[in-house]
Nanobody, 123 residues
Framework: QVQLVESGGGLVQAGGSLRLSCAVS????????MGWFRQAPGKERAFVAG????????WVADSVKGRFTISRDNAKNTVYLQMNRLKPEDTAIYFC????????????????WGQGTQVTVSS
């Protein structure tokens, strides 16, 4: 069974950086489009970034463009989200997910999800 485990979240001051990791087990990462989503209290889960199986193409939400970078290491079965110049509005639970079918931007298109990691940005 495929399992995704996120790590790297925490409390950081505005302007700081964090690097999230998503380790995949029980399956191979090599053929999957992977995405990062986030969910703030009272809000729907929103697309943050996505990366194709080879890592050669990435998609990033406008709200984080220029600040967040997604990458992957297929040999390590791990996907990363580098977050720089963090803002209080980036505070959320961050999830990684394995794409199944449909739009990359829709949470409904993803099959496997991690449990999430909390990111809190103080002002």
């Amino acid at each position: 069974q495929v399992q995704l485990v996120e790590s790297g979240g925490g409390l950081v001051q505005a302007g700081g950086s964090l690097r999230l990791s998503c380790a995949v087990s029980g399956g191979t990462l090599r053929t999957d489009f992977m995405g990062w989503f986030r969910q703030a209290p009272g809000k729907e889960r929103a697309f943050v970034a996505g990366i194709n199986p080879s890592g050669g193409s990435t998609w990033v939400a406008d709200s984080v463009k220029g600040r967040f970078t997604i990458s992957r290491d297929n040999a390590k079965n791990t996907v990363y989200l580098q977050m720089n110049r963090l803002k209080p509005e980036d505070t959320a639970i961050y999830f990684c997910a394995s794409h199944n079918d449909g739009s990359y931007y829709s949470a409904a298109s993803y099959l496997y999800w991690g449990q999430g990691t909390q990111v809190t940005v103080s002002s």
